[in-house]
């Protein structure tokens, strides 16, 4: 499957932004999919992510309350809706995809396929 993640942008704290990833492909509905991000000189992190019907999300410690993960199997997108942002959100945000359907894994090394990235900057 290819990935493209869009919807970035500057933003000051407390604001919201809704990032989007297109998917290609017809199998998309098997896929879990998740949301990491990545700072500068700082590691790959996960930050939320959903089964393949949409009724299972899981989400980091550091975003919990404040993120949302949806999806559309019918449009083979998936969001990512911040809110209350901070700036310790600044980080590219990339989409991906694993193979099945349940199971939410956490790190990077789990998943097959993966967005190009969008920068999302959150001002104080």
């Known amino acids: 499957v290819q990935l493209q993640a869009s919807g970035g942008g500057l933003v000051q704290a407390g604001g919201s932004l809704r990032l989007s990833c297109a998917a290609s492909g017809r199998t998309f509905s098997t896929y879990v999919m998740s949301w990491f991000r990545q700072a500068p000189g700082k590691e790959r992190e996960f930050v939320g992510g959903?089964?393949?019907?949409?009724?299972?999300?899981f989400y980091s410690g550091s975003v919990k309350g404040r993120f949302t993960i949806s999806r559309d199997n019918a449009d083979n997108t998936v969001y990512l809706q911040m809110n209350s942002l901070k700036p310790e959100d600044t980080a590219v945000y990339y989409c991906?995809?694993?193979?099945?359907?349940?199971?939410?894994?956490?790190?990077?090394?789990?998943?097959?396929?993966w967005g190009q990235g969008t920068q999302v900057t959150v001002s104080s």
């Open positions: 991906a995809s694993r193979n099945g359907r349940i199971q939410i894994a956490t790190t990077p090394q789990e998943y097959n396929s």
């Open positions: 959903i089964n393949w019907s949409g009724d299972i999300t």
